[in-house]
């Protein structure tokens, strides 16, 4: 008959939400720091000034007026590996490569617990999507 209950399709969404937002942080790291041939492309997300997790961190919370005028002036300029370069070394100068592992640490940790208290649903089909986004690659 499948599920039923209201409280259930929110626990779900709950923990299913939570694992979207980790997916999209991780899929914004790996655009800058996996290399090309571990992630499969080239990553664009500097060149195509994406909005993303790297850069919303950055600027928003974390950079001086000097540094946010090196975003301005190298973020989102089309395919210009020294303006990426100067990106991907203000994210590294300002600790983001750390900040991401700590956020990816804590998520696995608040995931877990959150999966722990499921009981209208099988906990297991949560840990296997966990499994397959935790620490991926490509």
Not at 5 to 34: E, N
Not at 70 to 86: A, F, S
Not at 91 to 96: D, K, T
Request: net charge negative; charged share 30%; with cysteine.
């Amino acid at each position: 008959m499948g599920v039923q209950s209201q409280s259930a399709y929110d626990t779900a969404r709950d923990i299913l939400i939570t694992m979207g937002i980790y997916f999209q942080a991780q899929d914004d790291y790996l655009d800058c720091f996996a290399s090309e041939e571990v992630l499969g492309k080239r990553g664009t997300d500097i060149w195509d000034k994406k909005c993303g997790w790297l850069f919303v961190h950055a600027y928003h919370h974390l950079v001086d007026d000097e540094q946010k005028f090196i975003l301005q002036e190298n973020y989102g300029k089309g395919p210009d590996e020294e303006k990426e370069k100067v990106v991907k070394d203000l994210y590294r100068e300002l600790g983001l490569e750390q900040m991401y592992n700590t956020y990816e640490a804590d998520t696995k940790v608040a995931l877990e617990d959150q999966i722990s208290k499921v009981t209208e649903l099988p906990q297991e089909i949560f840990h296997i999507f966990l499994k397959k986004i935790f620490k991926r690659q490509k």
